[in-house]
């Protein structure tokens, strides 16, 4: 089971500040865009609240977004207009992608954010990542970031509480992640995610979803990489930092 319907509503509380306003997470990855050919097509495959999807396409870059979440996909779709830019947006799982999209039509596909994880284990993740490279045109590039699980399951499992309020539409939430540590790297996790909204007044209103996940080492990702067509043009893995970037590229 993957969610994300009842977290869409209260993602901004999940988002870093720097991460929020779209050109801020655009210029997050000016890196890589610089590797763009003039009028290049990306494709954001896990878009969330479109944050990225609509600082690319902010900076006059053609952008689809998608995602599985139907009500992530809206607020996408709600935030490109706000922003006066032209997300073209779509609900589609990665193993969907093909039946939307010809093969080599992008020169970039993004799947950033510890996404990921949520495909269902290593059969699903090579599927997914198939998809991805399919639509990818020969020596287009993949983006990916992802959660060091080296790290995270090292810590077993637990709950983390935030020991601050954060700020979002003038409401303040505690966040919290329970993380569910399976005995195996193959078998199902689970991540709980609570956003408790702390009304001044005394009411606390909370969203909260239950999460599936499918962590992987990051030497097993780089092997699903190549299996699905890709190889690894950079990767910024450090054990002992808590997320990384992969950008691989097609053969
Ligand atoms: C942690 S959020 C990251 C969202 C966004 N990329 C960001 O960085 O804020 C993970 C996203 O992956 C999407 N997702 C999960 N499983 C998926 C699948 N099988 N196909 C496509 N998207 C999926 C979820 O709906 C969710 O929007």
Not at 18 to 25: C, I, N, T, W
Not at 90 to 98: D, K, S
Not at 192 to 218: F, K, M, N
């Amino acid at each position: 089971m993957t969610g994300y319907d009842v977290l869409a509503e209260v993602y901004e509380w999940l988002i870093s500040d720097g991460k929020l306003p779209p050109a801020e997470f655009a210029a997050s990855f000016d890196d890589v865009l610089r590797l763009l050919p003039p009028k290049a097509r990306i494709l954001d495959c896990s878009c969330g609240t479109g944050q990225l999807a609509v600082g690319l396409a902010g900076r006059g870059i053609q952008v689809v977004a998608t995602d599985a979440s139907e009500a992530m996909v809206r607020r996408t779709a709600a935030l490109s207009e706000e922003h006066g830019t032209s997300v073209q947006t779509l609900q589609a799982t990665w193993e969907e992608l093909p039946d939307h999209f010809q093969d080599n039509t992008f020169d970039m596909v993004f799947c950033v954010g510890n996404s990921l994880h949520h495909a269902a284990g290593a059969t699903g993740r090579t599927a997914a990542l198939k998809s991805m490279s399919r639509l990818l045109r020969p020596g287009g590039r993949l983006v990916l970031t992802s959660r060091t699980w080296e790290l995270v399951r090292s810590r077993g499992s637990r709950l983390d509480i935030s020991n601050h309020l954060v700020r979002r539409n003038n409401r303040d939430a505690v966040i919290i992640y329970r993380w569910d540590i399976a005995p195996n790297w193959d078998d199902e996790h689970h991540i709980e995610i609570a956003i408790a909204q702390v009304d001044p007044t005394g009411p606390v209103l909370v969203r909260s979803e239950l999460l599936s996940c499918w962590p992987y080492q990051h030497k097993q990702l780089e092997a699903d990489l190549h299996q699905s067509g890709l190889h690894t043009s950079l990767t910024t893995f450090d054990p002992n930092a808590e997320n990384y970037l992969v950008v691989a590229t097609k053969l």
